[in-house]
């Protein structure tokens, strides 16, 4: 856990596939997807899922709560 967080409200990288799965399904091979998460968390998060055959985008609102460096080599 991160100060007692145990997981992110909000999962970009889940929504981005679930929304490209969606849109290879579609008819038109667009989604556009209002995703709710982290309500019973207490950290409620909204996303915006735009996905269509070669773009997938994750929007929505956010603020910094860690920053850091890292070095290779």
């Given at each position: 856990?991160?100060?007692?967080v ?18 290879s399904?579609?008819?038109?091979g667009?989604?556009?997807?209002r995703?709710?998460q ?5 950290r ?30």
């Amino acid at each position: 856990t991160l100060d007692g967080v145990p997981e992110d409200p909000a999962t970009g990288s889940a929504n981005a596939a679930l929304g490209a799965l969606l849109a290879s399904l579609a008819p038109s091979g667009t989604v556009s997807l209002r995703i709710g998460q982290g309500d019973e968390m207490g950290r409620p998060s909204r996303l915006l899922v735009e996905a269509g055959p070669e773009r997938t985008t994750v929007a929505g609102p956010c603020i910094r709560f860690a920053e850091g460096t890292l070095s290779l080599g």
